[in-house]
């Protein structure tokens, strides 16, 4: 399935049905009353979240949603049938803008959850709600009133716990490929993750959590170089971050504390929150080495002040363990410390 990010539609809700002016006409009933039926409401828009979505894709080929009208009131107080609904399903974490005015309207988080963009037009009232004791064969009526017309922006940003982070062919997609069930495309080249990836990652103890890997991330990305504009977003939610580091980078690339500073660099330049994001460093691609402790990750942690980080190889698996383990204990800190 496409990863759709971002789509434009047009939304328009129904009109109401009009009132009905209509007289009660009976076998021996000489002065028979008004009877005319309220017309119908007409269908509203409203944007559904559902969990089983993970894209916009669905909205690509269909611009315009719009709701049924509202159908006229009849004789004998019949009132008009409502117009149905029309319902958008859009994927959790979907931001709704007004295209026009730019501003946002909701964040949708919940899944399951919905939000009306287009209210549906009232029914018009019939003749017999105008009868009173002195105006008896009224013969006002209303009409229906107008459907609402908008154009939205929907943005998504993914919701995961963790967001891996890491220069073009650190191993991202590998490591979300061996510690979940995702299974991206891996090869051996840059910028070969096109889009953002999500995994659950199981533990013992029926513990679960979602990681994303965010691809495009390059020095300038803030500004749109590479990919990293369009995706950095995506990142904003998560509760924890893992960065990811190339241990034996190829000649003319980035040294190990080279590559961690520049992706350092910008996530403060893109959001000064997504920077105090907590972190866990981990230097990738162990099995190109014999040592236990080669001196590549000595000397990137002495680059980092002496600061902890874990050496894996996301190909052979070595290492994982301890990783999710500690990543697990990030988020669970985290999510004490948003709980108050």
């Known amino acids: 399935m496409l990863f759709i990010d971002e789509a434009i539609i047009c939304v328009r809700s129904g009109r109401g049905g009009d ?18 039926g309220d017309g119908g409401d007409g269908g509203s828009v409203l944007l559904y979240v559902d969990p089983q979505l993970s894209t916009l894709v669905d909205l690509t080929g269909k611009h315009h949603w719009t709701a049924d009208n509202g159908r006229p009131g009849g004789g004998d107080n019949c009132s008009g049938k409502a117009g149905h609904d029309e319902i958008v399903r859009v994927p959790p974490g979907t931001l709704v803008y007004d295209r026009d005015t730019g501003v946002l309207l909701k964040d949708l988080v919940e899944p399951n959850s919905q939000l009306c963009v287009a209210r549906g037009g009232r029914g018009g009232r019939g003749n017999a709600r105008f009868a009173s004791p002195t105006h008896q064969t009224p013969r006002e009526f209303e009409r229906g009133e107008e459907g609402q017309e908008r154009w939205l922006r929907l943005e998504l940003k993914l919701i995961a716990d963790v967001g891996v982070i890491g220069l073009p062919n650190a191993g991202k997609s590998t490591l979300l490929s061996r510690v979940s069930r995702a299974r991206p495309k891996i090869a051996d080249y840059p910028f070969t993750t096109l889009v953002p990836n999500l995994g659950i990652v199981s533990l013992s103890g029926y513990r679960q959590f979602v990681m994303a890997d965010v691809p495009g991330l390059i020095e300038g990305a803030h500004e749109g170089i590479g990919l990293g504009d369009k995706f950095l977003r995506h990142i904003e939610r998560t509760r924890v971050l893992l960065h ?18 520049i992706i350092r660099g910008e996530l403060e330049k893109y959001s000064p929150v997504l920077a105090t994001k907590p972190e866990l460093v981990v230097a990738n691609k162990l099995d190109l080495t014999n040592e236990a402790q080669p001196p590549e990750l000595l000397e990137l942690r002495e680059a980092l002040d002496g600061r902890p980080v874990l050496a894996v190889s996301a190909v052979s698996g070595k290492g994982l363990e301890v990783v999710t383990q500690r990543i697990w204990e990030m988020i669970d800190e985290a999510r004490k410390a948003d709980a108050g």
């Open 19 to 36: 009132g009905c002016v209509s007289f009660r006409r009976e076998k021996y009933v000489p002065k028979g009353g008004p009877d005319g």
């Open 244 to 261: 990811l580091i190339d241990l034996f980078p190829p000649a003319g690339t980035p040294s190990p504390a080279e590559a961690y500073r």
